[in-house]
């Protein structure tokens, strides 16, 4: 006990003496500025790259050719959230067709998937700060059904609500280039 006060006071006249000589550590005041000009790289570089993603989502939705991946969904009267991990599982947009293939729970417990082709109907494409809206109708047989997304461009989550006479599912995932699918599936 006696070494450690022996030495803390030893270190504190230390200090005090440098301070009034006016003594200064050259070496921590050269890695400090190191250390602002890395940070502010640092900073420049996150910056740009969220920049470039949001560009990027922006691209996507404003080429009416993408398609949104789920990895959750829920029926929102019941309220059961269940895990998707079928990457086969999607629904395409390109041009003026939707494509869907997706699981839907209309009823208890009772899990169909929805597979169709249809021509979409009064689609619009809104942004809101950093996040997307996309709505448009479409035909399932002789009913009519809504989609509408929500997207965000500075974190990329995807929010799809399919409306239907039977229910509404709600779906969580992520959204991608439908071009970049067909250079995909050219390099195999």
């Known amino acids: 006990m006696a070494r450690t006060l022996l030495f803390v006071a030893m270190l504190l006249a ?3 003496t440098r301070a009034a000589v006016g003594e200064t550590d050259s070496l921590s005041s050269v890695s ?3 250390n602002s000009s890395e940070l502010s790289s640092a900073k420049a570089r996150r910056e740009a790259r969220k920049a470039a993603y949001a560009a990027e989502i922006d ?3 404003k080429s009416r050719n993408y398609i949104f991946r789920p990895v959750t969904m829920q029926n929102v009267v019941t309220g059961n959230t269940r895990s998707i991990y079928a990457y086969y599982l999607f629904m395409g947009v390109s041009g003026d067709k939707v494509t ?3 699981p839907v ?3 208890s417990y009772v899990i169909d998937t929805v597979n169709l082709d249809a021509f979409i ?3 619009t494409a809104t942004l809101d700060g950093s996040n997307w809206r996309i709505t448009f109708s479409f035909m399932n047989g002789a009913e009519r059904w809504l989609a509408e997304i929500f997207l965000s461009n500075i974190t990329g989550q ?3 609500a399919l409306v239907t006479p039977k229910g509404v599912m709600r779906y969580l995932g992520t959204i991608e280039s439908g071009a970049t699918i067909k250079k995909k599936k050219g390099k195999k």
Request: glycine share 4%.
């Open 100 to 102: 869907l293939h997706l």
């Open 105 to 107: 729970e209309f009823t």
């Open 32 to 34: 400090s500025l190191a």
């Open 158 to 160: 995807t929010r799809l």
């Open 59 to 61: 691209e996507i939705v």
């Open 14 to 16: 230390s200090v005090a």
């Open 121 to 123: 109907e009064g689609y």
